[in-house]
């Protein structure tokens, strides 16, 4: 069987670090995605969702550290439903996204800047390494990275819209 979730969203806002009683750091994050069509009228029809994500372990505290409200980000993990009780002592489920990998998609620069050497790709060693985002503290040991000769980065370059209906993608096949 197969439980899995990618998403490329932006956060809602900055996202929510806690500890548990022994220690372990969780992060929760609320990643929306938008879609939009056009109904049988001919009107475009816009909808975003929202989706509950929790980070755990030191990725937990990555994202905390250089993800903010804005960010773009890439999730890739499991659903999961949890039950408890609210005050009144009626049971509640809550359905969220067991995060097992988070990417920071947002350029250099974009939401302010990393410290050098600080890698974008908190999952589980795989894919492509990117910066992270965001203006808080933090670091890494590896040297700056610096573009090759003649290859001179520009923050100002447009990489085109973060979602497909932005671009004008809503009738793609897939």
Same mark, same amino acid.
């Given at each position: ?12 806002? %900055?996202?929510?670090?806690?500890? +548990? ?11 929306? +995605? %938008? $879609? ?7 009107? &475009?029809? $816009?909808?975003? $969702? ?32 949890? &039950? ?11 359905? *969220? ?10 350029? &250099? !620069?974009?939401?302010? #800047? ?10 589980? !060693?795989?894919?492509?390494? #990117? ?20 290859? #001179?980065?520009?923050?100002? *370059? ?7 209906? *932005?671009?004008?993608?809503? $009738?793609?096949?897939?």
């Amino acid at each position: 069987m197969l439980n899995k979730v990618m998403l490329i969203g932006r956060l809602g806002r %900055d996202p929510e670090l806690r500890y +548990t009683q022994s220690g372990s750091p969780v992060a929760t994050l609320n990643v929306a +995605t %938008d $879609e939009s069509y056009t109904d049988r009228d001919g009107n &475009k029809v $816009e909808r975003t $969702e929202w989706h509950r994500v929790s980070v755990f372990q030191r990725q937990a505290e990555n994202c905390a550290n250089y993800l903010s409200k804005g960010s773009l980000v890439y999730v890739e993990g499991s659903l999961q439903t949890r &039950k408890w009780q609210d005050q009144s002592g009626q049971d509640r489920y809550t359905t *969220e996204i067991k995060a097992q990998r988070v990417q920071f998609l947002d350029r &250099k !620069g974009e939401r302010g #800047q990393a410290p050098d050497g600080a890698p974008g790709d908190w999952g589980d !060693g795989g894919g492509q390494r #990117q910066r992270p985002q965001g203006n808080r503290q933090g670091g890494g040991n590896r040297p700056p990275q610096h573009a090759p000769q003649g290859r #001179q980065s520009r923050q100002d *370059e447009d990489l085109g819209p973060a979602f497909p209906s *932005e671009a004008g993608m809503d $009738e793609v096949p897939f």
